[in-house]
């Protein structure tokens, strides 16, 4: 193991505002949104129509191919429409939208307990892809998928991905200190499937109450692991944590699974275990509310397709006499910017940070020309140069953005956006051009 990774910075965490607020579970009392594409890979399909009845737990859209995910009602009600209704990117999508009756019926109890060691390894997947798991660190990829690699012999670590190195961001914190032993017992089941694995539940420093109760929890698993890290940002990137657990750097070309890892978020744990044991499928994951906007921040234990609105509501609401200038869904750093409070919470969304202060509005009233000064290169976790590839971008030299400077390496972790002393976009500008590229590829290059 290495102490620490390639790069990196050290913004103001802000995890005091959340960091003592306990976990507490909040039932919609709206309509709930449920939208078809809350994953990596083919959006879900609807099993659902206007006027079915609904219960939760029930399966409202099916998984439509391999890498897809199923989708579940996290209430009861009646089905109230499939149409297209605004999500968190801003665009139109496809979701199932029900009249949520606030009863909260489930459609099965969920208290009878299968022992894992009785289940093999296919009724252990299958349980996991019948739940709907995807990747709640915030890309979204489908559990069951990354847990299918080619040579599951060739898996040396499952990591258990615990860092929450995002500023603001503290539910997987509070999700430790208050579930270590299911997370525990999802990162065990998680072995089971890898002979040749030892299991590593990877924590930044700056959560001490988790790392403690992930300690007493793990007392007696031999094949467990818990490492706490230097706190740095992006500890808590798949390739961070790789670089540091097994010693291997690999291009994003290739998968964790192609270097013997398996990386999974906390929560990801979390929901394996309540899968396997109980057959529960998906429809809750922990989110924080938080941000110097907000009157009372919170560590909340949301339903699927509730809106954002309410949950600020939960929060108390703004405060009095601050004026909100700018809401992100997930954290500064990676987080995207919410253009309205009436869209649903997704199954990724893992954060809702309101803001006093629009950073990227100030950084813009300051940006000068790049000063070549060169920081960016020495923060950029992947080792790249984002100088040069911001040049080749702003010159629309595609072929050397991608074949030269390798611009598709960049993870947008927005460490060198941050270290800039010339308040350039530079995330921003990779962001865009990696989609241009791709919708290029996808096009056969015309």
């Not at 349980?127 to 559990?143: D, E, M, Q, S, Y």
């Not at 009095?320 to 987080?335: A, C, N, R, S, Y």
Request: with cysteine.
């Amino acid at each position: 193991m290495r102490n620490t990774f390639r790069g990196g910075v050290h913004p103001k965490d802000r995890k005091d505002l959340s960091r003592s607020a306990p976990l507490r579970s909040y039932d919609a009392t709206g309509e709930m949104v449920f939208p078809l594409a809350q994953h990596i890979g083919k959006p879900a399909k609807a099993v659902v129509k206007k006027g079915d009845r609904v219960l939760v737990g029930q399966c409202i859209a099916q998984a439509d191919g391999f890498v897809s995910a199923g989708i579940y009602s996290s209430c009861s009600g009646v089905v109230k429409a499939v149409e297209k209704r605004r999500v968190i990117s801003g665009t139109m999508q496809e979701c199932v939208v029900i009249d949520n009756d606030g009863a909260y019926t489930p459609v099965a109890s969920w208290d009878v307990k299968t022992d894992p060691a009785t289940l093999s390894r296919e009724e252990i997947l299958d349980r996991v892809k019948n739940a709907g798991i995807v990747g709640l660190g915030g890309a979204g990829f489908p559990t069951h998928v990354k847990l299918m690699p080619k040579d599951p012999d060739g898996i040396r670590y499952v990591i258990a991905n615990g860092a929450e190195c995002e500023p603001y961001l503290t539910g997987n914190d509070q999700l430790m200190r208050t579930e270590a032993k299911t997370i525990l017992e999802g990162l065990e089941i998680t072995l089971r499937l890898f002979p040749h694995a030892v299991g590593v539940v990877a924590i930044e420093k700056n959560k001490p109450e988790a790392i403690e109760a992930m300690t007493q929890a793990a007392r007696g698993m031999d094949k467990v692991q818990i490492l706490p890290l230097p706190t740095k940002y992006p500890q808590g990137g798949e390739r961070s944590l790789i670089q540091v657990i097994a010693g291997v750097d690999f291009p994003v070309s290739k998968l964790p699974a192609d270097v013997g890892c398996i990386v999974d978020n906390v929560g990801t744990m979390y929901a394996i275990a309540r899968a396997v044991q109980y057959q529960e499928p998906l429809f809750t994951h922990v989110l924080t509310v938080t941000g110097e906007a907000v009157k009372e921040p919170q560590n909340l234990i949301v339903r699927d397709g509730t809106s954002f609105r309410e949950l600020v509501e939960a929060a108390g609401g703004v405060k009095d006499g601050v004026e909100l200038k700018k809401i992100l869904v997930g954290g500064p750093m990676m987080g995207m910017t919410l253009g309205s409070l009436d869209v649903p919470v997704q199954k990724t969304s893992n954060g809702l940070v309101l803001l006093n202060r629009d950073g990227s509005e100030e950084a813009q009233a300051q940006m000068t020309a790049c000063l070549h000064c060169g920081r960016c290169t020495t923060v950029c976790p992947q080792g790249l140069m984002p100088q040069m590839m911001a040049e080749a971008a702003e010159a629309g030299d595609l072929e050397r953005y991608e074949k030269k400077l390798y611009g598709l390496e960049c993870v947008a972790c927005g460490s060198c956006t941050y270290i800039c002393p010339a308040k350039r976009p530079l995330t921003q500008t990779f962001k865009q051009v990696k989609s241009e590229i791709m919708a290029k590829k996808r096009a056969g290059g015309k």
